[in-house]
């Protein structure tokens, strides 16, 4: 059998290492993927939370859909109405229609958690792998910038800051979030690179000139993508629950933009008068904790083979009846002339009746 060459003007393939296929990469990551949701699967307190933030962020998104009212719009007929059919969750003390003033601080309480969230992870990866990768300076100057910020307390930081930028766009305290919330975990992005940094196809990608920016992004840092990723929903709840903690004392989101905090300090004053006021939008809050905790460790048990939780539970064996197991025993005398033991009758005992 003849074989065919490839032309000239076209570049041979690289060797393929021994044991390995082209695809097999791709398959091995397919299947780690469905090993994967299987693992999340099996954990039904992770399967609720994900329900819940779904079902929270389509309540956020489409609720004001379902409504005629609007966060801004005023009821003058109705001030401080309980709930109703006109009114689902009741009204303000200024007749504002309290389901779609929820909802719209509900929008922005998710939004600037999960942005808090990813900035936070990647400043956390990036500063951790850079000091521990490089080492000597890099690593002195980024870990003494790591312990300072950990000292300065950050929330009295952000009141400080939050006044010279009122009026401002809310990225801005976004990024303030984002840049106090990451430094617990870039030390522990920076211990497991010391030890990723020694591994071997590391050093084969050092020797082959990969410069250092591709090496961490492409070959460390994907290495421990299972626990940023577990951070990352961590870093989102976190930053929900300290951004409603701020707004509440007037130092996160500015009117007339609301926020869940924004939401529950403007109704505090009559809490305990129009419960109301306080519960719908603080429940709110409490469920987003809620699910982004059962999401975490429903990941965390799917990603670690050595968690409690991913391991799947072994069938459980089914009793066998006892007139069953009486009924398959055979009725035909033995060679010796002894019929078979029943079952509940002691081996002695019959041996003295025959």
């Known amino acids: 059998m003849s074989v065919q060459l490839p032309p000239a003007t076209e570049p041979a393939p690289g060797p393929v290492p021994p044991g390995e296929t082209p695809g097999r990469s791709a398959k091995a990551r397919s299947s780690r993927l469905r090993l994967t949701v299987r693992r999340f699967a099996r954990n039904r307190l992770a399967l609720f939370g994900l329900f819940l933030l779904v079902l929270l962020f389509l309540g956020a998104y489409g609720g004001p859909f379902l409504t005629k009212w609007d966060y801004q719009q005023h009821d003058f007929l109705n001030f401080l109405s309980s709930p109703s059919d006109?009114?689902?969750?009741?009204?303000?003390?200024?007749?504002?229609?309290?389901?779609?003033?929820?909802?719209?601080?509900?929008?922005?309480?998710?939004?600037?958690?999960?942005?808090?969230?990813?900035?936070?992870?990647?400043?956390?990866?990036?500063?951790?792998?850079?000091?521990?990768?490089?080492?000597?300076?890099?690593?002195?100057?980024?870990?003494?910038?790591?312990?300072?910020?950990?000292?300065?307390?950050?929330?009295?930081?952000?009141?400080?800051?939050?006044?010279?930028?009122?009026?401002?766009?809310?990225?801005?305290?976004?990024?303030?979030?984002?840049a106090f919330s990451w430094m617990i975990t870039g030390r522990v992005v920076r211990s497991m690179t010391f030890t990723l940094k020694d591994r071997e196809f590391v050093k084969a990608a050092k020797y082959m000139g990969v410069s250092a920016p591709v090496i961490i992004f492409r070959h460390i840092l994907p290495s421990m993508a299972s626990m940023l990723i577990i951070d990352t929903v961590i870093q989102v709840g976190a930053a929900v629950i300290g951004e409603s903690g701020l707004s509440y004392f007037g130092f996160g989101v500015q009117a007339p933009d609301v926020s869940l905090g924004t939401v529950i300090a403007d109704n505090t004053t009559n809490a305990s008068t129009y419960p109301w006021l306080f519960f719908f939008p603080a429940g709110c809050l409490v469920l987003i904790g809620v699910s982004i905790s059962f999401i975490g460790d429903g990941l965390r048990d799917a990603l670690d083979p050595n968690a409690s939780g991913a391991k799947a539970r072994p069938p459980r064996k089914k009793k066998q009846p006892k007139q069953q197991a009486a009924a398959a025993l055979p009725a035909q005398v033995t060679a010796s002339g002894s019929r078979p033991t029943e079952p509940g009758t002691p081996a002695g005992s019959q041996g003295a009746a025959s």
């Open 86 to 178: 006109d009114h689902w969750w009741g009204t303000t003390q200024g007749g504002v229609d309290l389901f779609a003033l929820t909802m719209r601080g509900l929008q922005k309480s998710l939004i600037i958690g999960l942005l808090v969230g990813v900035i936070s992870t990647f400043l956390a990866a990036t500063v951790g792998a850079f000091a521990a990768y490089f080492g000597g300076w890099t690593d002195r100057v980024l870990m003494w910038l790591v312990d300072l910020l950990l000292v300065m307390p950050a929330f009295l930081i952000i009141a400080v800051l939050s006044p010279a930028f009122r009026g401002a766009t809310w990225l801005v305290f976004v990024i303030l979030l984002g």
